[in-house]
């Protein structure tokens, strides 16, 4: 019941199901908690010594938050800034907090998003469900002069410098409603004071007018990597050798479709396996009997690589975002010492 509820839901909110107009009581209660509880938490928000600049989303779900996190990080790093990205840790259960992650810290420790940071990215990650003691320890172990939050734009008990706020091109913010008849977190009009707003994809769902910049990324698929191994195959060289399918896709994410489509621009036929966003993965659970090559998102590989086989290859995409972006970004920033 629980899984059909949390499937079943999501798909409302982006149909346009009127069964929802039914939750709205809820809805309102849940917006004006929400507002509350901001105005308890912006009286006691932590100020760090650097600035903060936070990645986040208004809707519910994966909208491409952590690979933004990445490339703003490199780009940061190549302007000579000294980056930490701090982050929930969500999925993960350490036995103490604050967590410095690297790449050999258990994904259980950590969560899934946090170690496949500190995979792609040369800059300290730490996480802690109390993101202002992640920001703490951060200031006074590594010194750097920004912090990037994954995720967090609704943590207001931490004070921020910069806020860019991503939604997913292809689905919008579905019925524009609160929680939970509908997928925001905040209402709509939280556009106006964020930053920037990215766009993952092309926006073929309705967007509100922006009353700030808006930048468009784009993943691009480059390559796929052997779990086993660890190498990586072009993606050119990969079609010569396996065809175009079919293959199985896993995607353990808050928009497996997103996964899956992106599969079908290249062609791909594929047989879909979607889990629930931050699913933990048992031995041999994406092991299937009848030998396909098994494809799945970064996110997931991180899980399942313990129980890698020869057929487990996680998609290595690129992400690309204009000039422009990262210009809006810098100039919202002291230079760096």
Same mark, same amino acid.
């Given at each position: 019941?629980?899984?059909?509820?949390?499937?079943?839901?999501?798909? +409302?909110?982006?149909?346009?199901?009127?069964?929802?107009?039914?939750?709205?009581?809820?809805?309102?209660?849940?917006?004006?908690?929400?507002?509350?509880?901001?105005?308890?938490?912006?009286?006691?928000?932590?100020?760090?010594?650097?600035? =903060?600049?936070?990645?986040?989303?208004?809707?519910?779900?994966?909208?491409?938050?952590?690979?933004?996190?990445?490339?703003?990080?490199?780009?940061?790093?190549?302007?000579?800034?000294? =980056?930490?990205?701090?982050?929930?840790?969500?999925?993960?259960?350490?036995?103490?907090?604050?967590?410095?992650?690297?790449?050999?810290?258990?994904?259980?420790?950590?969560?899934?998003?946090?170690?496949? @940071?500190?995979?792609?990215?040369?800059?300290?990650?730490?996480?802690?469900? =109390?993101?202002?003691? /992640? =920001?703490?320890?951060?200031?006074?172990?590594?010194?750097?002069?920004?912090?990037?939050?994954?995720?967090?734009?609704?943590?207001?008990?931490?004070?921020?410098?910069?806020?860019? #706020?991503?939604?997913?091109?292809?689905?919008?913010?579905?019925?524009?409603? @609160?929680?939970?008849?509908?997928?925001?977190?905040?209402?709509?009009?939280?556009? #106006?004071?964020?930053?920037?707003?990215?766009?993952?994809?092309?926006?073929?769902?309705?967007?509100?007018?922006?009353?700030?910049?808006?930048?468009?990324?784009?993943?691009?698929?480059? !390559?796929?990597? #052997?779990?086993?191994?660890?190498?990586?195959?072009?993606?050119?060289?990969?079609?010569?050798?396996?065809?175009?399918?079919?293959?199985?896709?896993?995607?353990?994410?808050?928009?497996?479709?997103?996964?899956? !489509?992106?599969?079908?621009? @290249?062609?791909? +036929?594929?047989?879909?396996?979607?889990? /629930?966003?931050?699913?933990?993965?048992?031995?041999?659970?994406?092991?299937? /009997?009848?030998?396909?090559?098994?494809?799945?998102?970064?996110?997931?590989?991180?899980?399942?690589?313990?129980?890698?086989?020869?057929?487990?290859?996680?998609?290595?995409?690129?992400?690309?975002?204009?000039?422009?972006?990262?210009?809006?970004?810098?100039?919202?920033?002291?230079?760096?010492?």
């Amino acid at each position: 019941m629980l899984e059909r509820l949390k499937t079943g839901l999501p798909r +409302a909110w982006y149909s346009g199901a009127p069964w929802l107009a039914l939750l709205l009581p809820l809805s309102w209660l849940y917006g004006w908690l929400a507002a509350r509880r901001r105005r308890r938490l912006a009286e006691i928000a932590y100020r760090a010594t650097v600035p =903060v600049v936070v990645v986040g989303n208004l809707t519910v779900g994966g909208t491409g938050k952590t690979p933004l996190t990445a490339a703003l990080a490199r780009y940061l790093q190549e302007q000579g800034r000294r =980056v930490v990205i701090v982050s929930r840790g969500y999925g993960g259960q350490s036995a103490s907090y604050p967590l410095e992650v690297d790449s050999a810290t258990p994904v259980e420790d950590c969560g899934d998003e946090a170690l496949l @940071l500190a995979l792609q990215v040369a800059c300290p990650v730490v996480v802690d469900p =109390v993101r202002s003691r /992640a =920001v703490l320890y951060a200031e006074t172990r590594h010194l750097p002069d920004v912090i990037l939050c994954d995720d967090g734009l609704q943590h207001y008990a931490l004070a921020r410098d910069v806020e860019i #706020a991503v939604v997913d091109g292809s689905r919008g913010f579905g019925n524009g409603r @609160l929680l939970p008849a509908g997928p925001l977190r905040e209402g709509l009009e939280r556009l #106006a004071e964020v930053d920037c707003l990215v766009v993952n994809g092309t926006a073929t769902a309705p967007l509100p007018p922006s009353p700030v910049p808006s930048f468009t990324m784009q993943l691009k698929t480059i !390559a796929l990597r #052997a779990l086993a191994s660890g190498q990586p195959v072009p993606l050119a060289v990969w079609c010569r050798q396996h065809g175009k399918g079919p293959f199985h896709a896993v995607a353990g994410t808050g928009n497996p479709q997103r996964f899956f !489509a992106s599969l079908r621009a @290249l062609g791909f +036929a594929i047989i879909e396996h979607a889990f /629930a966003d931050h699913q933990r993965y048992r031995p041999g659970q994406l092991d299937f /009997a009848d030998g396909l090559p098994v494809l799945m998102t970064d996110k997931d590989a991180v899980k399942y690589l313990p129980h890698a086989g020869g057929r487990h290859w996680s998609v290595q995409v690129e992400v690309e975002l204009p000039a422009a972006f990262f210009g809006a970004i810098e100039a919202r920033l002291p230079a760096p010492i």
